[in-house]
């Protein structure tokens, strides 16, 4: 199946630091999903986002679903540490067929 | 709501054993999905339902996985002889209207 590249594949922060990542697809999509994964857990949904150029926040995380449709961000501001984990993005085209990103792995250290 | 609920969450069996993964649903929603998540490969779709009906199975590895939805609130993944490849974490999701995709905690396997 189709896999987005999501980057960067790790990240080593300050507590405190703003994070920025990204998800790029060649194909186009209508929906993009962000998620974070606790060790031992599933993915939790963060944001979803249904049109291009859409800008939603939740709390101190904001993301982006891109004019072009073919990419997404997700911004983290003044980092906390547990805001340690994975984040993946996942995009669909029909709504029910996701692909998902390779994910970012987040350390913060104190 | 409950969320998505899996079971077991860890399951520990022998080559050529038989293992059967359970997932509820969140009630209400009429998709679900089947994931397998691996170091190598990320997370993978196997299978998705559809109102209980299979709509792709293009992402079952082999003739040794099956999957089934009876009902709008249960579903299996069965895997049948199971293989030391198979070891992996086995997700399930739901959505409503494929608007967004809630994942249960998982069912960790490990085929010895």
């Known amino acids: 199946g189709q896999q987005l590249n999501q980057s960067p594949q790790s990240m080593f922060i300050q507590e405190g630091e703003d994070v920025s990542m990204n998800c790029t697809s060649s194909s186009i999509f209508n929906t993009w999903l962000w998620y974070k994964q606790d060790p031992g857990e599933g993915p939790v949904l963060l944001i979803a986002l249904y049109k291009a150029g859409e800008l939603t926040s939740n709390g101190r995380l904001t993301a982006q679903f891109g004019i072009t449709r073919k990419d997404s961000f997700l911004n983290i501001s003044a980092s906390i540490p547990s805001d340690v984990g994975i984040y993946f993005c996942a995009g669909s085209k029909t709504g029910n067929q996701f692909y998902f990103g390779t994910g970012t792995s987040l350390t913060v250290i104190p | 709501d409950a969320g998505v609920i899996q079971s077991p969450r860890h399951e520990v069996t022998e080559m050529g054993q038989e293992v059967t993964l359970r997932c509820k649903p969140i009630?209400?929603?009429?998709?679900l999905f089947w994931y397998r998540q691996t170091m190598m490969r990320g997370l993978e779709l196997l299978i998705y339902f559809n109102n209980n009906v299979p709509i792709d199975d293009s992402g079952m590895p082999e003739d040794r996985f099956s999957a089934k939805m009876p009902n709008a609130s249960f579903s299996t993944l069965k895997i049948q002889p199971s293989e030391p490849r198979d070891s992996a974490v086995y997700f399930c999701?739901?959505?409503?209207?494929?608007?967004?995709?809630?994942f249960g905690s998982g069912t960790q396997l490990s085929v010895l």
């Open positions: 999701a739901s959505s409503l209207e494929g608007e967004k995709l809630f």
């Open positions: 009630s209400g929603h009429n998709s």
